[in-house]
């Protein structure tokens, strides 16, 4: 069961750099979410996506964009890399909340290093 | 920030002894869920408790909630050295946004 994919796993980039994180899952889900984890800040929400074709920004979208072409890939991209974006990010999905007993279902992680 | 705030931040205890770690939270919410990340992987959803509901048991957890107070509690009874990870509690809003406290740290010590 694949669940939620995030790739690449690991990645180091100089600043001003580009790079996109792709997020696949196959669980057919509407909504998918790109977090990022930071020492004692917890999970901030950085874009989230309620269908195909749809984005809206979370907490800290500055500096990054996202698309949602396909239902089930959410990307995540980097314009100009800076250091502050070194981080852990992940991606998550859910179904609709139509139930609200729907939980989310995280993928392991993408660690990026900006120097 | 729409975060919740999870306390304590870091919490060692005993293998056998029982772990409480509380959660207080900003906006309304339709339910507040707590996740489980051991260190280097994602988070895993371990509960879920809605906005009408006050207390909620599975196996060796219990949550409760109190929505006047804007707050949660996750109790983990007879802890084992397995449960050692982080711990995040996760509000829906009204906006169908999910967002994540800061996190507790537990460490049980075999």
């Known amino acids: 069961n694949a669940g939620v994919t995030q790739t690449p796993k690991f990645r180091v980039l100089k600043t001003g750099q580009s790079m996109t994180l792709l997020c696949a899952q196959d669980?057919?889900?509407?909504?998918m979410y790109w977090y990022r984890q930071d020492p004692g800040m917890g999970l901030r929400l950085i874009h989230y996506?309620?269908?195909?074709?749809?984005?809206a920004k979370g907490e800290v979208p500055d500096g990054y964009n996202v698309s949602r072409l396909k239902k089930q890939n959410f990307l995540l991209g980097l314009e100009s890399a800076a250091p502050s974006q070194t981080s852990v990010y992940f991606c998550?999905?859910?179904?609709?909340?139509?139930?609200?007993?729907?939980?989310?279902?995280f993928g392991e992680g993408s660690w990026l290093t900006v120097v | 920030s729409q975060q919740g705030e999870e306390d304590p931040q870091a919490l060692s205890i005993q293998e056998g002894e029982n772990a409480t770690m509380n959660c207080s939270y900003k906006?309304?919410?339709?339910?507040l869920q707590w996740y489980r990340q051991n260190s280097g992987r994602g988070l895993v959803h371990l509960i879920l408790?809605?906005?009408?509901?006050r207390e909620k048991h599975s196996g060796r957890l219990r949550v409760t909630l109190d929505t006047s107070k804007k707050s949660s509690s996750l109790l983990i009874t007879a802890s084992r050295a397995a449960d050692t990870a982080s711990y995040f509690c996760?509000?829906?809003?009204?906006?169908?946004?999910?967002?994540f406290g800061t996190g507790t740290s537990l460490t049980v010590i075999p």
């Open positions: 408790i809605r906005s009408n509901e």
């Open positions: 996760a509000t829906l809003n009204t906006g169908n946004q999910f967002y």
């Open positions: 996506s309620v269908g195909e074709g749809t984005t």
């Open positions: 906006t309304s919410i339709n339910n």
């Open positions: 998550a999905s859910n179904s609709n909340l139509q139930f609200a007993g729907n939980t989310i279902y």
């Open positions: 669980m057919n889900h509407e909504y």
